[in-house]
């Protein structure tokens, strides 16, 4: 809607996560490569921790990019259900990719029967299987020791196995962890996201701009630091209200968005994007 009056090629904030424009600051730099030393030694699972908004996900996307041996990825994006339901859901996933039977076993030793062999299938094509649990703070007990677990002893002891995994959460899912030790100590890195400093905010605010085709100066440069004020750094927010600062200035036909757009878009959006 306000792209034309920008002058802007492609909106600049979205939600969408696209390694191409992810923004490396040195939070999620030092994340990577911290995961990249982890998987290319096989060293064992990654755990990557940040609050709501701060590109656990985008990282994850983004170390796929970069990490072209690892394929195929099970994403799994909802784990909260019954240790049960969650193996099962996971066979079916890597049979899909490795194009066996589907999931036929009732019994979970079974299930990780069929697991190993379509992990087998996928490494005699050339394939390690990552399997990413998003949202892994929702995981229960149950399933950590039921289903992590057992994939972790699996991955461990067979070695045409080729699986690597990535546990991805909340802060607390780090509290979780530490109880279970026979899961703790297999944990190869651990890495924690922050927002962006008030520079680094700045700089993807003007970069995403660029990359969109924009003009580095539509936000002036105290709006920028009331921006980052208000987010403290957090991608998401910072996404969501300037997106809402461009449209609010598209309306009033602005030259530039000032502090004023920052606070009055923050009132509206702030709640809910906490």
Request: hydrophobic share 45%; aromatic share 6%; net charge neutral.
């Amino acid at each position: 809607m306000y792209e034309a009056y920008w002058k802007l090629k492609q909106k600049p904030f979205t939600q969408r996560q696209d390694p191409a424009r992810f923004y490396r600051s040195k939070s999620h730099q030092t994340a990577l490569l911290r995961l990249k030393y982890a998987l290319d030694n096989l060293a064992g699972p990654g755990l990557i921790l940040g609050a709501s908004g701060t590109g656990k996900t985008g990282l994850v996307k983004l170390l796929m990019a970069d990490h072209k041996d690892l394929q195929p990825l099970i994403h799994i994006v909802f784990p909260a259900l019954s240790p049960d339901d969650l193996l099962r859901l996971v066979a079916r996933e890597i049979a899909t990719f490795a194009a066996v039977s589907p999931v036929i076993s009732t019994g979970n030793d079974g299930v990780l029967c069929e697991i190993l062999t379509s992990l087998r299938r996928l490494s005699n094509k050339g394939h390690r299987t990552l399997l990413c649990f998003d949202d892994a703070h929702l995981l229960s007990e149950e399933a950590l020791l039921h289903v992590v677990q057992p994939l972790l002893n699996l991955a461990e002891s067979e070695e045409h196995a080729m699986l690597a995994m990535l546990l991805v959460g909340q802060p607390v899912l780090s509290a979780k962890i530490r109880k279970l030790h026979q899961i703790s100590e297999r944990i190869a890195v651990t890495t924690a996201l922050t927002g962006f400093t008030a520079t680094e905010t700045a700089d993807y605010v003007r970069n995403s701009l660029l990359q969109s085709g924009g003009r580095a100066e539509i936000f002036s440069g105290d709006a920028l630091q009331r921006l980052f004020e208000i987010t403290a750094g957090n991608p998401r927010r910072i996404n969501r209200l300037s997106d809402m600062a461009l449209l609010v200035g598209f309306a009033e036909q602005l030259g530039q968005i000032t502090v004023g757009q920052i606070d009055a878009v923050s009132a509206e959006l702030m709640p809910a994007a906490a």
